[in-house]
């Protein structure tokens, strides 16, 4: 029996949700058709415009602090990394080991001490601050739908009202077949129970009204001090967010810098006592320089002697009388960079005929070949107007058709397969690394 009165609850406390949904339903339906009037509260409504703006601010802060933490994190791998790298090809024999691990030490633990600050003191208060923001909302939701409840139960007391003159009207008059075949007696009987039923259903809207004016009030009356003092709260949690971030960020940049002078100071002290166990590279392009691309040609992959340019001091090869008379000969680019005494000819005489800057003197070379020079190792183009090399490919150098354009160990020329094949010299030329090659002509 108890099973069955609960279910009789429940069923029944489902029927007058279902009824309310509908009451609530045609009521918005009457308003938007200009059928009932709406109450309105301008001073509510932009506080609510306040509200939604103020929640849609505070979940994309939400949103980039953690974006923020993440980048925090993610920080730390790669300076934990970078400080793993440091440790393993930090020799044991070499002096200040021992404090460069004690650096990289503290340098995680204060990446740790930021992250957790971080989150303590910004992240978890704004996970607060946001967590009021559900219930407060709806609350708004339900104060809407007790709203339109006030607005039906008005209507309704409204038109029982209407309707009490004409009830007046009837008894005045009877109406109906059943007053008319009624005997004289009778028709107050009929008429005294019509006003009776009246009555009780005006005041059965009357009691609906007050009850559901006084639910709409109370929630209106709590949400309009909350909803102003929410809003003002805003300013004093930004500026403590965002004074707390700041605060923390200084502190960690402080601490940090302390650390990496130390371990500046290892490092110079490890300079100072190996310092001259430094090895120069021959023909370095100069610092002041300019590179093709911005940048320097790549070394070799085995930084092999065999791909350092010939230089050669002192040691000219003869010319023929022929050839003593014409004009200065080129230079190679890394010639610019070497000292005074250093001096390297590109004249070379091929079966006889003596090649110089203009190549006029073979009709199966380039016009302006130079010398030849042999890949020592693979070279990957990075540029549409680099060659391609391969270790064993032989270049033709050839003259930059304008000389400003050359950069600083880079060399001009077309690979011997490709002329041999195209003899197309605007198609095949480019230029490569000086130091990738060795002259073998």
């Given amino acids: 029996m108890a099973e069955m009165g609960s279910k009789g609850v429940s069923a029944g406390k489902i029927a007058s949700n279902v009824q309310k949904k509908l009451t609530r339903a045609q009521e918005k339906v009457l308003q938007k058709l200009g059928k009932a009037d709406e109450t309105k509260d301008e001073q509510f409504e932009q506080?609510?415009?306040?509200?939604?703006?103020?929640?849609?601010?505070?979940?994309?802060?939400?949103?980039?602090?953690?974006?923020?933490?993440?980048?925090?994190?993610?920080?730390?791998?790669a300076s934990k990394k970078l400080n793993e790298c440091l440790q393993e090809v930090y020799e044991p024999d070499w002096p200040g080991r021992d404090e460069a691990n004690k650096i990289a030490e503290n340098n995680d633990l204060l990446w740790l001490d930021y992250h957790q600050k971080l989150v303590d003191q910004a992240l978890l208060t704004m996970d607060t601050?946001?967590?009021?923001?559900?219930?407060?909302?709806?609350?708004i939701a339900k104060r809407g739908r007790k709203l339109v409840d006030y607005d039906s139960a008005r209507h309704h007391y409204e038109s029982l009202q209407t309707a009490k003159k004409k009830d007046e009207a009837k008894i005045a008059k009877p109406v109906s077949l059943l007053e008319k075949a009624a005997p004289q007696w009778c028709q107050g009987k009929l008429q005294a129970h019509l006003v009776a039923q009246t009555n009780l259903l005006r005041n059965q809207?009357?009691?609906?009204?007050?009850?559901?004016?006084?639910?709409?009030e109370e929630m209106n009356v709590d949400l309009q001090e909350e909803l102003p003092s929410l809003w003002n709260s805003r300013v004093g949690f930004y500026v403590n967010t965002f004074q707390s971030i700041a605060g923390l960020e200084e502190n960690f940049h402080k601490e940090m810098s302390k650390l990496n002078e130390s371990l500046n100071e290892v490092l110079v002290s490890l300079e100072k006592q190996h310092?001259?166990?430094t090895f120069p590279v021959k023909a370095q392009p100069s610092d002041n320089a300019p590179a093709k691309g911005n940048k320097s040609p790549s070394p070799p992959p085995d930084g092999s002697p065999a791909a350092t340019p010939e230089i050669r001091v002192?040691?000219?090869?003869?010319?023929?009388?022929?050839?003593?008379?014409?004009?200065?000969?080129?230079?190679s680019p890394s010639q610019s960079s070497l000292p005074a005494v250093v001096v390297e000819t590109f004249s070379a005489t091929v079966n006889g005929t003596v090649e110089g800057g203009s190549g006029a003197g073979r009709l199966d070379l380039p016009p302006g070949f130079m010398f030849k020079v042999q890949a020592q190792h693979d070279y990957v183009a990075t540029d549409t107007d680099e060659l391609q090399l391969k270790a064993g490919d032989v270049v033709l150098?050839?003259?930059?058709?304008?000389?400003e354009e050359q950069d600083e160990g880079w060399l001009m020329g077309v690979k011997e397969s490709d002329w041999n094949q195209h003899k197309e010299l605007e198609k095949c030329r480019g230029v490569f690394p000086e130091n990738f090659t060795e002259r073998v002509q």
Avoid: W
Wanted: aromatic share 8%; hydrophobic share 35%; glycine share 4%.
């Fill in 205 to 216: 809207a009357e009691e609906e009204l007050i009850k559901a004016q006084k639910v709409f």
């Fill in 275 to 277: 310092g001259s166990n």
């Fill in 47 to 77: 506080c609510v415009q306040n509200f939604n703006k103020q929640l849609t601010e505070g979940t994309r802060l939400q949103k980039d602090l953690r974006t923020y933490l993440a980048s925090v994190k993610a920080m730390h791998e």
């Fill in 397 to 403: 150098v050839i003259p930059f058709q304008n000389p």
């Fill in 314 to 331: 002192n040691h000219e090869p003869e010319l023929p009388s022929s050839a003593t008379a014409g004009a200065s000969l080129p230079k």
């Fill in 129 to 139: 601050y946001l967590g009021q923001f559900p219930d407060i909302k709806s609350r």
